[in-house]
């Protein structure tokens, strides 16, 4: 039997049955990672075998992966521009409800903080200017109010005092000048039961469209929500 010669091939080659199946089982999973251009290649190298015909193999591969690279390049090219087309959309949706909210409508919470904030307002200021006078609130009433300066400037109307969101505003004494009414002629249904809630308290009663719905510092809901259904008329009184 001829020996194999010092530095034959085949003896630096080994190609035994293992080896060509290890081959085989390494190729098809080459392909099978065809997509994973950094892994495919190495597959064949890292185990230190040598196949029949691994150049053949490697340069289809290479040919294979280098087409599908191109196409994996322009699919992953429109799909950064649709990425960034939706970051674009995405901040100039923020930016509009952002412009919203601070140029839109003011919302109704808002609006109940700042007709309730000016309701009490108008009340210590009268009380402040009127208790010392003889008959205290005898003499009190809407221009009284406007020329002594003691209205929210965002209510006065020459000599009248309006809210939009409360309708005209309205004073008047109380029990031969022993206390004062504000009234409220037309509050919005939406921001009335806020408005009372939120401004009771400076007050010793309020009547919502006739119907007594605080007194002695405590509020009938249930008469509240039902007269408040509609809007209307509501009536502070201070004494």
């Not at 280098?66 to 699919?75: E, F, L, P, V, W």
């Not at 412009?99 to 009490?120: H, K």
């Not at 806020?194 to 510092?217: D, I, K, P, T, W």
């Amino acid at each position: 039997m001829k020996r194999p010669i010092r530095g034959d091939h085949n003896e630096k080659h080994p190609t035994s049955t293992f080896a060509l199946s290890r081959c085989g089982e390494l190729r098809h999973h080459a392909r099978a990672l065809a997509e994973l251009w950094s892994f495919a290649l190495p597959t064949l190298y890292i185990h230190g075998i040598s196949c029949p015909r691994t150049g053949s193999v490697l340069n289809a591969l290479e040919e294979d992966l280098g087409g599908r690279a191109s196409k994996g390049q322009a699919m992953r090219s429109r799909g950064f521009a649709l990425v960034e087309l939706s970051l674009v959309v995405g901040l100039a949706a923020i930016a509009g409800v952002g412009a919203w909210m601070a140029f839109g409508p003011t919302s109704a919470g808002t609006r109940i903080q700042q007709e309730a904030a000016s309701l009490t307002q108008l009340a210590d200021a009268i009380a402040a200017d009127f208790a010392v006078e003889e008959g205290r609130y005898q003499s009190v009433s809407t221009a009284s109010a406007v020329e002594r300066g003691l209205a929210p400037s965002a209510w006065v109307v020459g000599q009248e005092l309006n809210s939009r969101s409360l309708g005209s505003i309205e004073l008047s004494p109380l029990n031969a000048g022993q206390g004062f009414r504000i009234t409220a002629t037309a509050v919005q249904a939406n921001l009335c039961l806020g408005l009372v809630q939120s401004s009771a308290r400076a007050f010793s009663e309020v009547h919502v469209n006739g119907v007594l719905v605080y007194s002695r510092r405590s509020i009938n809901h249930s008469a509240l929500a039902e007269s408040c259904a509609e809007g209307g008329e509501v009536a502070f009184d201070r004494r």
